[in-house]
């Protein structure tokens, strides 16, 4: 019987252990969905460029007031996990603070330590709600951020609140606990911030405060095992996907748009410059559909923590065009999940492709024909992405196989084809003007 609150703690550990294990498979197959594309190169660079934007949050200190919260957030989120480990082998092994023993006066100071990031991810949440909530940021209330975005990001901060309150008012009640000399409570003394906390339960029946103190902690793992699952059906998500996105991400310079290689190659071949092959030729210029985008395109959409910096610094959005590049991830990434959830209800992709695609159904022509590639979404990115990339696959397959470009467009595409330059006169007789000057 007294083995019953571990096996408890065991089960709830696997049954949390399964979901998350089956939630980043699903979202391993959406973004599997994308083509391949190997990265291979500046290998240095990249790390140095991961540690910088993932680790180091460097982009989140263009605002040093925000920068800082964040951080506070998000050191309390790393450091606590070592308490975290601390109480899932407590759970294990029926222990109470395994590591006071072997940690001596360090104990409670690292303990002192996750409550000073307690009590600093408590302050800097309740900031970002009223942030939200109350000063009503433009960016968290913009169309795309309704529903189950907005909901998203307060459950989300409600949730760390009330997480970091149990880690406290254990701690208090644990302290008197300790100083009643109740068996199996360690002596390690009160901390800095929890002890303010104490005067709220001095007036308590020992059993009450033991069944207090028994109930926050298993709130507290609950809730974080909670947490880590829900994490992973949220924008939060980031946390862990903002390492391998800013990894991934192109180090090219950010107006070079990329050649199409499939184009490139029947180039060569037309000039002479390389021999034809008999590789198939490709399914579909540019994309219609989540699969015809690469898979660090998808994981860039899945790595969107939905902050709207990039649609507050869009020229189009902000002179009140519909393109928001926040909603061409947020859509990317719905259309992705839709995509593996009717796959794995048994549907064949010809299917799923035939009945609806990310082009048309989720992205507009409106909103992809108002940008104007200034490349200030993908500037202004905290974790390297770049909804640029897939508003130009889209319009490629607008312009190559939709032929539903704009009168505009199909002008300057003609004078390419036929005068090599995007006006009506050939590329030789761009500087006439000089003579006409000259004359003058
Ligand atoms: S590149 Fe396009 S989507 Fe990005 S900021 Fe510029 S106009 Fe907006
Ligand atoms: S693409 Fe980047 S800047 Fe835009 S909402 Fe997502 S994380 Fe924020």
Known sequence: MSYLPQILFVLCLSIAGFFIYKRVNFIRKAILL????????????????????????????????VGVMH?????????????????????????????????????????????????????????????????????????????????????????????????????????????????????????????????LFANMQTSSLVFYERFAWWFHILGILGFAIYITYSKHLHIALAFPNTYFASLEPKGKIPNMDEVTKEVKIALGLAQADDSPAPERFGAKDVTDLNWIQLMNAFSCTECGRCTANCPANITGKKLSPRKIMMDTRDRAEEFVRQLEQGKAIEEIKSEKSLYGDYITKEEIMACTTCNACVEACPVSINPLSIILDIRRYVAMEAGDTPNEWNVVFNNLETSMSPWKFPPTDRFNWVELVNKD
């Open 71 to 199: 951080f506070i957030i998000y050191a309390g989120f790393l450091i606590i996990n070592i308490e975290v480990l601390e109480i899932v082998l407590d759970g294990i092994t029926g222990a109470h603070r395994l590591f006071a023993p072997y940690l001596g006066e360090a104990y409670s100071w690292l303990i002192n330590l996750f409550e000073l990031f307690a009590v600093g991810v408590i302050v800097t949440c309740v900031i970002f709600l009223i942030r939200r909530n109350v000063l009503k940021l433009p960016r968290f209330w913009s169309a795309e951020m309704k529903k189950w975005p907005r909901l998203d990001a307060n459950l989300i901060l409600i949730f760390e609140i009330t997480l970091m309150w149990f880690f406290l008012s254990m701690n208090a009640a644990d302290s008197i606990l300790q100083s009643r000399g109740v068996e199996h409570y360690v002596q390690v003394g009160s901390f800095w911030f929890s002890q303010w906390l104490q005067p």
């Open 34 to 65: 994308g083509k391949k594309k190997s990265v291979n190169d500046r290998k240095s660079e990249r790390l140095r460029h991961m540690l910088l934007l993932a680790f180091g949050q460097k982009k989140m200190f263009d605002k040093p007031l």
